[in-house]
């Protein structure tokens, strides 16, 4: 649709050029004034959008990287050139000629040049000078950041409460083929797989709905022959961005092509409290243990503690005293045994 938006955008201007031009030089001679405009028409739908759009998107793609500090900074230098510039460029007016206004001119736009250059170069200068904390420094970094969402971190759900916190800051890039994959893991006969892909677009609708994040679709298909995950780390490559997963195998893919990953499960397990030995802390412990004599019990965040001696607690409430903490791949894995007394 943008694309045929584009064309019609193109075919409509370079048509009335072609018309003008017609007109001009032809002095109203009807034929080939239509020929003009129809060949503006056709050149403006074919050429325009590759000649002026595209560049012009690239461009902006550019502009959107440079931090908010130096784009600051360069406007301010901008600024103060042109105020000098104006100044010195008053008593050259009574000059006569061309001069009036091309010595002006030119004055004006090697200060403004000069200013805009100098203002960038001192980015570093004006951050010292006017420094930002807080949420502030976390949105100046991330902001203008772009994150690709993997189809495993939408299925997870996490990301819609992490974006209402406040720390998930930046565009979420979600692609056409990862909409493809949800679509069809819902419409799946396998009663699981439908539940989460139903799941994952109730979790893009909260998204859309319920945060301040936003979001970006881009309509790009998956190339003939290429895997979903090859095809994120080459769109996350191309547009610089971070890729947000729960997917170890991507996780670790992307780290090899130099991608910045953010992964929700090492987040969580990065915010799991720690526990030393000899703390106690009351738990339920549910089932036996893989040992003889253990019960096992688990935090409200899923870790699971290993209470030695708890089989005869099963399905009971206990205050237990940690004795061990172990860091597993898979998470923290905590040993207790009961309280004394």
Known sequence: M??????????????VAGWGVGEIAFNEFLPWVLAFTLGGVVIGALAIPYVFFKPLGKALDSFSQIPITALMAATIGLMVGLIIAALISIPLFRLEGWLSWGVPLIISFSLGFLGLGLGAYWESGMRRAFPLSGAGALTSTFANGRIVVDTSAIIDGRIADLSQTGFL?????IPGYVLDELRHIADSSDSLRRNRGRRGLEVLG??????????QVLDVDVANGAEVDRQLVTLAKSLK???LTTDYNLNRVAELHGIRVLNINELANALKPILLPGEEITVTIIQEGKEIGQGVAFLD???MVVVEGGRRYLNSVQDVTVTRVLQTAAGRLIFAQPRAG
Do not use: E, F, N
Request: charged share 15%; aromatic share 0%.
């Open 2 to 15: 943008l694309s045929v938006l584009k064309s019609l955008l193109g075919a409509g201007a370079i048509g």
């Open 169 to 173: 800051q930046g565009t979420l890039v």
């Open 206 to 215: 909260r998204l859309r709905k319920d945060t301040s994040v936003p979001i």
């Open 241 to 243: 961005a971070s890729i």
């Open 301 to 303: 965040d899923g870790t």
